[in-house]
């Protein structure tokens, strides 16, 4: 079977994904020394283009990796990466767009003053986009028992870096059990977040979320939420610290990412949780897709 087709730009050279690019010597291959970034499109804009480059730029000061190019520049070369992946397929539709950044490559050690110079590939495929039926049923959770999330004295959540065993094994271990997704605690034992997603909880009408300091990304979807999304409709807010023993509480659960935005949840192991019509997720969720609407109307400069 031909694997589906994903517009690839390493360092400004356009090609196809499915073809090799980069050095063996590559930092990023060799170590996950490297950071990224994935934005979407809505209705052909691309969204939230500021608050994900600022964090993009937050990442490469923590780890202390010079960035190789200018905003200006990396928009330049997402325009031309999603247009040359829309000439190729014929593709409308929302686009996903993954942007790498690894610290170069240089001689094998972990020294990174071997690494020569920063650089980047862009990937461009279409935006993955939950099933009617997932959408209508929710997802499937469970707590991961095996492991927990890596600390932010460790490895800090809150860096997009390359580095994703911790989250990968701890999704397998869901999936194991016939999960959609997992959810990982830390070592305090409070509740973090998914392997790709922030989560959120209704308790008594308000969504509560859990902290940064318990360990988790600062999400953009998670921050919007929280900021004016949830207030335009009316439903409050609370960031809170959050164990196992919370849930019975919780009336409802959904999951906050880039590609999914607002993803309802129907079950956390044995614990059910309301979904479809009607309820503060579904409101939720029409509310952020209103909100990025708006905002890619608001910025025509951003097409793609």
């Known amino acids: 079977m ?30 996950g020394d490297a950071i990224y970034e994935v934005w979407r499109s809505y209705d052909g804009g691309l969204f939230a283009w500021e608050e994900h480059f600022v964090r993009l730029e937050a990442s490469a000061r923590s780890v202390y990796m010079e960035l190789s190019f200018s905003r200006a520049t990396i928009l330049g070369e997402i325009r031309r990466t999603v247009a040359a992946f829309r ?11 993954r942007l790498q950044v690894w610290r170069g490559a240089g001689p094998i050690g972990l020294d990174t003053a071997l690494a020569d110079r920063a650089e980047f590939v862009l990937l461009v495929q279409p935006c993955p986009v939950p099933s009617p039926e997932k959408l209508r049923t929710g997802l ?29 094994l701890g999704l397998r271990e869901a999936r194991a059990r016939g999960a959609d997704e997992v959810i990982m605690l830390n070592l305090r034992g409070e509740v973090t977040e998914a392997a790709v997603a922030n989560v959120a909880f209704v308790r008594e009408g ?18 919007l939420m929280l900021g004016p999304v949830a207030a335009q409709i009316g439903i409050p807010t609370k960031v809170e610290v959050l164990t196992p023993a919370d849930f019975p509480a919780m009336s409802e ?41 708006d905002y890619v109307r608001r910025h025509p400069e951003l097409a793609v």
């Not at 000439?87 to 767009?97: A, I, P």
């Not at 004295?153 to 990968?168: H, M, Y």
């Not at 129907?266 to 909100?291: C, H, M, N, P």
Request: glycine letters at 8%.
């Open 253 to 293: 659960c959904f999951l906050l990412s880039t590609t999914r935005d607002v993803m309802p949840v129907a079950s956390l192991d044995d614990q059910k949780f309301r979904v479809g019509e009607g309820t503060v997720g579904a409101r939720l969720k029409a509310a952020f897709g209103d909100y990025a609407r």
């Open 87 to 97: 000439t190729t397929t014929g593709f409308r539709g929302d686009v996903y767009v």
């Open 206 to 223: 308000v969504i509560v979320t859990p902290p940064l300091e318990a360990g988790i990304l600062s999400g953009i979807t998670r921050q």
């Open 2 to 31: 031909t694997p589906p087709f994903i517009q690839a730009n390493t360092n400004g050279r356009l090609h196809s994904a499915h073809e090799a690019s980069i050095t063996p010597l590559s930092r990023g291959f060799l170590y």
């Open 140 to 168: 499937s959770l469970s707590l991961a028992t095996s492991l927990r999330r890596n600390p932010i004295e460790s490895l800090s959540p809150a860096w997009k870096t390359g580095n994703a065993l911790n989250a990968i």
